[in-house]
């Protein structure tokens, strides 16, 4: 059985700042050393977006640090709040698509794993999310090659969705196409993703007798309050920072999450 770390929506701030009074980065080391603790035979770590909070350089320089003696190997795809630009000055040698994207796609023996990049800095609706025709003719290319295996996808926007009125209006653009180009791919499996700051779970219709599993993971720092009515995407709350336990195995995909500051 392989096991993948997922965390997301971590909100690297600079040193000194804090969200709602929390510091982020402390909130995240606590998390990855809860689950260094728990999990050595974990695989792999993987940070579905929002790395950072402003997506300046000292920002992603304090994460470079906090990764820097981290004993699994660390995946990186961005969200609304991260910038292509100092992302990839600071970590270099990350695996990028040849037009530039942060994606990445990784083989755990039966299982595909394939991070896309929804980053969108040209959006006019600020935070919103995207994939391109490159970025989703790239994603086409790794599960078609996937050699038998089933495909995971990550990304940062989910592709749904959620209830929460505010963040669907920031949400990914294009979740249609994507649903239609899923709809030719049979060997996806399970989608993950971040951005609501909320433990959610739903499901990708992409035709009329298949849907694919999608799980939303909570932040590691601050979270969406429970109001389902209201259309304000800036609001937080003090809860439980969280990260994801992705078990695979021969009969299929288990999705768990681990409320870490309990």
């Known amino acids: 059985m392989k096991k993948l770390l997922v965390f997301t929506d971590i909100h690297i701030v600079p040193q000194g700042e804090t969200i709602i009074g929390l510091d982020p980065l402390e909130r995240f080391a606590q998390g990855l050393q809860h689950a260094l603790s728990n999990h050595p035979d974990a695989e792999r770590i993987v940070i579905t977006g929002d790395l950072t909070h402003h997506g300046t350089q000292e920002e992603y320089m304090r994460l470079h640090d906090a990764l820097s003696d981290c004993p699994l190997p660390v ?8 910038r292509r630009s100092a992302f990839l000055d600071v970590f270099q040698g990350v695996p990028v698509t040849d037009t530039g994207f942060v994606q990445e796609s990784i083989d755990l023996d039966e299982t595909r794993l394939v991070l896309l990049d929804t980053l969108d800095e040209d959006a006019d609706n600020l935070h919103g999310g995207r994939l391109c025709e490159d970025r989703l003719q790239w994603m086409d290319q790794e599960i078609a090659s996937a050699d038998g295996r089933r495909v995971i996808l990550g990304l940062h926007h989910p592709p749904v969705l959620t209830g929460f009125p505010g963040m669907d209006s920031i949400g990914l653009a294009n979740r249609s196409e994507l649903a239609a180009r899923l709809a030719q791919h049979g060997s996806v499996v399970q989608i993950l993703a971040g951005h609501i700051h909320r433990t959610i779970h739903g499901n990708l219709t992409v035709n ?13 720092c601050h979270q969406m309050p ?7 995407h800036h609001i937080s709350v003090d809860e439980p ?20 500051t309990l």
């Open 208 to 220: 009329e007798t298949r849907n694919i599993p999608v799980f939303m993971f909570k932040s590691t």
């Open 75 to 82: 995946s990186l795809t961005l969200g609304n709040h991260d």
């Open 241 to 260: 920072g969280a990260y994801g336990i992705v078990l695979n195995s021969e009969d299929g995909i288990l999705v768990h999450t681990e409320d870490f």
């Open 226 to 232: 429970m109001h389902l009515t209201t259309d304000d």
